[in-house]
């Protein structure tokens, strides 16, 4: 249920709200919309709540939330969320761009890759420690050293890091190395991680299903967000289609569909949406001409012996620096703001394909 | 087969390998490369023939080419083909917009919304006169008389147009009212109606089917080159997916994927593809930054009412001059160039939903 | 609309109410359900019709029909079509078997094909003489000619025929030859070729689009019976989805799904359905379980060397004679009876696959 | 890699084989096939080893297993997998039936269900204690207490039990009441839930994720198995498709090809697999008719108001009582043995849908 309380409330009448609310053991979460006031409600709201709310002199209506998720949807919170991490914000109008390799593999690799994210202008450092692999005999990441290696590039290059944690039992050691928690595409539906990371007080990055609807989205970032932690940004990475020759279809509709049922930002994944690398350019850019608030994109300083086999979809370096200073150009046309370090296009190696 | 000849390659040697070719009984179709001249062959291209080809002193190889659709290929053609009509020319770095009602409805109808287009800064008007309806009880388009008064309309304002076109014996009456003609997406496999329209030399924009992979669309744009006509463009238009929400899920790597494995202009339906006018904008936006040639885009003066039913994606003609202006800032970014009519933002209706 | 009339009514009173309708320039069709006799009407049926028939003594209720379908629709025809051609009968409980190659290829080839078809206890030779292909260059069937090779062997043989017929222009010359019309996948939005479908007397097959739901199959089926022809099978053919060893899914739940909201018999289509020759036994065996009508398989007495390259699904000779001796068994089980010829087994060539 | 040993090799002969591989620090897994003995071997394979095994004299060939999955495979392992549990078994040639409702509600529920299954012929009872559910707001199951009243109805009628477990802290207790553990579709690449289901010895059933590819599937399981769990069944439950009116499409393909590319048991769910009561007969029927080794199948004795609200899919325990005396009749047909209990047919109360 959600109370719109006029915007001429004062702080005083919305507190008294709040109270009444409060003293039937109800949630209230308060947000600021255009028109007025909105006053979330989560648990048993009885009749008799809602007629002494409806009473009330700044009340001006009492209606239910017409989603299966509360906290997720626009309604329920009008406002968009922000999510301040250091002076990075994520969904505050500045593009935010996460780069790196697929996995962690040493720490001179990580380090280098660091150096050359922050170099071209990104603020987060992405690496697997972890690894959902669809086969027991592949690679499955280096593990929590990988998290250590990670956390002391992204210190050392002042970038923020985000790794996935793939089960409830490794939430906290990531949420001790890692700035944001990721969960893959795989476990978007694992609930009992979910809840887990409802829990603790780190930003979660929930990537959508391959092949999950956009409530099914909604709903599992409901999960999280029930749990307490309200900083949770979604992302879409394609899903899985008929057509082959792309690895997933990136349904790029999803940005400003997810920004209308909900105040969550919304992250694009143009690697794994198309699994290749000529492809990533493009959808980059389309991925910012449709809204996104961010993009997580694959770089690799070697991308064909990448230990995971996916450096098929990952950039050079020096495709990733000229990426990010096309944004540069493109971000205020699109009422977004992102600037790449002042860093000289010389320090990117030349490669053989460029 | 494909024949690559030596830049340094004299007019006369590159007719003479011509010869040699077509003494053959084989078609022979001259290219431009970037790093040399590509001759194009069909038919059965002998040993003697490659023996005979490759013996000539400009000839530095004969191969084969590797996909089952030859001349809508990249390989068979490395220039971009650029498809002019009129003053307009698609494909060559100039964003075109085809904008108007889903159907023709009345005279009037289709002179208001033509002017609109046209002050808008469209250059083409698009409008069914014959429509393909799931159901039989369904309204079927006017018919003959649309094609007439949509073609008045466009000649009034100075507007190209492009209509749909669903069976053979339809193709010649559409090409001689019409400046485009228009394969739907349910026809995109109607082998006979594409033959037919390789016979006839008017531009077809051809709509991917909503489950044909990009190989099946160049495939079918193949048998409409296959017959003489070479101006064929390809519309990315949504396929059909498992998410609801939106009627279609439009796939807009198609864009960069299409232009990399063939030389023939890309469009973009967001209308279609998405099924929803709020997300038209955004996805026209998308489509541009993902390197789409032009765009088709519906636009109704009274969407609610529209005798299709398909309104729900039609915009008001004061969003579609918006969109336009906003295309006018966005397309220089992307090396593409758009000018909107000089028209003032007044002679747009103030509708009810602004 | 539907007029449910008592089944205590005189068959005067139901003409009497026949002819109300029709005075009105209203179609009425009449069927019989367990529990009343059901007067379909199409046309415009007015309140004063609706009052006149609601006020005769043995009309129960005037109803809308719920879908937009309606010839097709069990509400409108509660009783099961049954298709007589000569001694066979489609949707009356007997099982029928269509069988034969993807293409006729020559008159000795689908000759030996027909007296294999007809020894294993099929009843209907299938055989395209045009072919839709994906590609110009690939083989477009034998043409009319192939027509009249099949007629000749279905007539030797003691078999009906069945062909695929692409286009609008062709299906009087099919219909003249064969004894029932296919309507291929891509076809099944070819809203032309369904109108003249529409026109003749000739049973058609309608096979499922690869990605058309079943209410737009209905929908197809409508605009058949709504030109006034009543003998219309749907055929279930397999759909597009994610999962690539198969060539497609074959969707069984399509056939009591379409059972339940139309009275039209539904074929299952296995070859196509899996594209696999190993699954079509199992998945023969699972469409009969599911309560098809029928089945159309592929069968070729040289797989490997078909000209379509389709042989990979078709099974060879004595395969197809050993699964029609299986259906022989499980029919019954079934409610369903299913007849092979008193053939013996030796008359089917060994092959090395055996 | 797999040695092929011949058929005349004595069981000394096979036991020096196995421990030349040993030695090295591989496994060897000893399978039967038609024409001879299968060694698969898991671990570092090194080409000293495989010349040692080339050079004994009863060793025919050693060869690469061409799929990722390798305990999963055919090739490695061509007997059948039958899964022993008390005098039940899976995949040997009888048909085994799970019925139950979705969740665990009462004791008393719960009992019920256990005699109706039971009294129909069903060999284990199905419930979730801990219920997957899209959004957090949904009833979560009973939790440990539903395990605890589920395993005592199963003791005291009769029947084996089987429940879902969505986490690896849970599999401990669910494996000491449950006689088989369930992974939902959900959690199919939740790896570390695999893994800790290869530790145990309680079989284990691996439902296909809903767009799980066959391949993913058996890697899933191969998971498992490498844990050293032999003892996996697959479960089809239906894939996402573009098709609404089904909640899924079951894809009974799936059961030939697993059981062609693997030696494990399928297990069919034609409730989730189509989402609707009258639908669960007929591919029940069918699954039986593609060869599916058993049935899950969901059962309850007030569907409209069980508390999961899957009720829709849920059979009345009338209509599951005459499916299985139907499967009693189909079962012979397809090589399969299932005896129904003779309980008489009125024990099972009348329910008005009857």
Known sequence: MIAKVSKQASQEQLNE???????????????????GIIV????????????????????QAVNKVSKSYKLASREF????????????????????????????????????????????????????????????????????????????????HGLLTITEVMTPEYVDICAEYADILQVGTRNMQNF??????????KPVLLKRGFSATYDELLNAAEYIL???????????RGIRTFEGYTRNTLDLSAIPVLQQLSHLPVISDPSHGTGRRELVEPMTRASVAAGADGLIIEMHTDPDN??????????????????????????????KSFNTAKAPAEQFAVSAHA
């Open 17 to 35: 709200i709040v109270s009444i609310i409060r003293e039937e053991g109800v949630q209230a979460h308060v947000s600021h919309a255009n028109d």
């Open 40 to 59: 979330g409600m989560i648990g048993n709201v009885t009749s008799a709540l809602q007629q002494r709310l409806q009473q009330h002199s700044v009340v």
């Open 77 to 156: 919170h009008p406002e968009n969320t922000v999510i301040e991490i250091g002076d990075v914000r994520i969904g505050g109008g500045e593009l935010v761009v996460m780069g790196g390799p697929c996995a962690v593999e040493s720490a001179e690799q990580i380090d280098e890759i660091a150096r050359l994210v922050k170099a071209a202008g990104g603020q987060v450092l992405r690496g697997g420690a972890f690894k959902p692999r669809t086969g027991p005999y592949s690679f499955q990441g280096v593990g929590v050293e990988g998290l250590i290696m990670m956390a002391e590039a992204g210190k050392k």
């Open 192 to 201: 009992d991680l979910l809840r887990k990371l409802g829990e603790i007080r």
């Open 226 to 236: 029930a749990g307490g932690n309200k900083d949770v940004m979604l992302c879409e």
């Open 306 to 335: 990448s230990m995971t086999g996916d450096g098929v979809q990952s950039l050079f370096p020096d495709q990733f620096a000229r990426l990010l200073r096309e944004l540069e150009q493109l971000a205020p046309i699109l009422g």
